[in-house]
């Protein structure tokens, strides 16, 4: 490390300044902010009178935005790789001419791969988003080619970047399953119903136009909105604004690989044992197959024991559902749905409530859902020695995946639990050191592997709870080692000097830094 670098709390070496993005501020610690108030801001509103916002299309509606070179643009994600929106918007952009845009969308999926081509003629200059995956993650990895690092942001930290006025949405394009002229918005209903509508809430609350892009304009007014009229200037309707076949994708379904099954038993065996599992506890799974298969094992606990849990946050799938209705939690607080069963939920169930990205996982809102969480199991791409969790790149260095709130219900929850293999395609999970820290190991109480258990040395309490349970206890450093014998010292990857992202911690600081992949 040289003068122009600092350390971070996490050990990793943060540069001073950084080209394209300047002055930065390195992780140290949470809350390290706490006595600052961030103050929300309101957008500007104008007198208008109208009984008709629907403009004939795209293009009309950038036209009446007046959205001019250098401007930055939002999307939401609630339709993950079915999302038509992105590729449409940015499709009318480019055919105007307008240039030099940074957008920042929720996250990015595989369906968004023509963004390669925006960003080498120009339309697109900068990205801020949560994560991004397939070849727009391998173009950026490996050829900078947006010269620009990526701002990967938490959903906790993206709501609070927008409402506090960091960062400014000058148009949020928001996709709505149903919406009427006016501009009342809901996920609910629709042949691309996706449910909640939480991550394109704060956009539409603080972006200085919003658009509403629409395949099913109902008759006015529509009911129950999750996004009203008067935050909406225009709306558009389109033949399709996705496809719901592919929100659920792979990383939402059960499980049925032993290895993970012997996970999820060992993780809600912890539950079981650690003291949190009691009456009205709260409760978050990652979409992951082992997080979600925990649940099965779960609720035979809680039959045992005549335990009714509370509230069950984050992004909803049918498993979650499924708990709800059979009686194991009093409501669902939906953030993201993450198929067409609990979309359907959401739509008739008053104990499935819609939240917006900010009350769940905001840390400068005056008190978020994920702050209150008593349990939470999440998955991981690799974990270390000192309990750091890499969610957003593969141990090649490339961007894989994406932040999500996995750094905000970590830092939020009272007992936080990580679920993965010990090997995987020949990989070993459990590290010296992670490719890219995304979570802090201060924030992980407990490492669950096929080979074994950890329990970060700072919760003695834990230790002392489960030390006489028959659960295969071992330290971080034996897991490490077995893991090696399997696939021997893992090689890091070969990095160029470019920075092609930046890893902002759910404060904004700096948490790590990722840099471009020699091949």
């Known amino acids: 490390m040289n003068d122009d670098n600092v350390t971070n709390d996490v050990g990793r070496c ?8 300047g002055y930065t501020t390195p992780y140290r610690g949470n809350h390290r902010e706490l006595d600052v108030v961030t103050k929300k801001i309101n957008k500007n509103f104008r007198y208008v009178k109208t009984e008709n916002k629907v403009l004939s299309d795209i293009r009309k509606a950038i036209q009446k935005c007046n959205l001019k070179d250098g401007m930055t643009i939002s999307f939401h994600h609630h339709l993950r790789n079915g999302d038509y929106i992105i590729n449409m918007v ?8 307008i240039k030099n845009i940074t957008i920042a969308p929720s996250s990015l999926q595989k369906i968004h791969e023509p963004l390669i081509e925006y960003i080498k003629n120009g339309v697109v200059s900068g990205i801020r988003t949560s994560g991004m995956r397939g070849a727009l993650a391998k173009e950026i990895s490996y050829n900078n080619i947006l010269k620009k690092p990526v701002i990967f942001q938490t959903h906790g930290g993206r709501a609070r970047s927008i409402e506090s006025g960091e960062i400014k949405i000058d148009v949020a394009f928001v996709g709505a399953p149903a919406c009427d ?15 909640s509508m939480g991550y394109a809430m704060a956009d539409s609350e603080r972006a200085d136009k919003v658009v509403a892009i629409t395949d099913n304009l109902v008759e006015y007014p529509l009911r129950d909105p ?45 539950i079981n044992e650690s003291g949190y599992m009691k009456e009205g506890f709260s409760f978050q799974a990652g979409s992951g197959g082992a997080s979600l298969a925990v649940i099965r094992f779960l609720k035979e606990y809680m039959k045992d024991k005549g335990i009714k849990g509370g509230a069950i946050s984050g992004g909803i799938t049918s498993v979650l559902v499924e708990l709800l ?12 749905t993450f198929d067409s069963k609990a979309a359907d939920s959401l739509n008739r169930n ?14 400068y809102s005056k008190g978020c859902v994920a702050n209150m969480l008593d ?36 830092d939020g929850a009272k007992l936080r639990i990580i679920t993965a293999p010990l090997v995987r395609k020949n990989f070993p999970i459990v590290r010296d050191k992670v490719t890219t820290v995304v979570t802090p190991g201060q924030d992980i109480d407990v490492i669950v592997t096929d080979k074994g258990i950890s329990i970060n040395p700072l919760r003695t309490d834990l230790m002392e709870k489960l030390k006489n349970t028959n659960l295969p206890l071992k ?17 890091m990857p070969e990095y160029g000097d470019e920075i092609v992202g930046i890893v902002e911690a759910r404060d904004g600081s700096i948490m790590d830094v990722v840099r471009r992949v020699i091949k």
């Open 14 to 21: 943060i540069p001073k300044y950084i080209e394209e993005f």
């Open 90 to 97: 940015m499709k009318a952009i480019a055919e105007m001419g």
């Open 181 to 195: 002229k006016m501009g009342n918005m809901s996920g609910r209903t629709g042949k691309s119903a996706f449910g």
């Open 226 to 270: 999750s996004i009203d009229q008067t935050f909406v200037d225009y709306v558009v309707v389109v033949d399709e604004i996705g496809d719901v076949d592919k929100i659920a994708m792979g990383s939402t379904r059960v499980t049925q690989n032993p290895k993970e099954l012997l996970m999820a038993q060992y993780a809600a065996n912890i």
């Open 325 to 336: 209705e059979e009686g194991y939690f009093e409501a669902l607080l939906d953030a993201q």
């Open 350 to 363: 008053e104990n499935h409530i819609e939240m917006s990205a900010s009350m769940y996982a905001n840390p």
């Open 375 to 410: 349990v939470a199991v999440l998955s991981a791409t690799e974990v270390d020695v000192d309990f750091n969790v890499n969610v957003l790149t593969g141990s090649d260095g490339v961007i894989m995946g994406a932040q999500g709130g996995h750094p905000d219900i970590a």
């Open 475 to 491: 330290d971080i450093h034996e897991l490490k080692e077995e893991a090696e014998a399997v696939t021997g010292k893992p090689a």
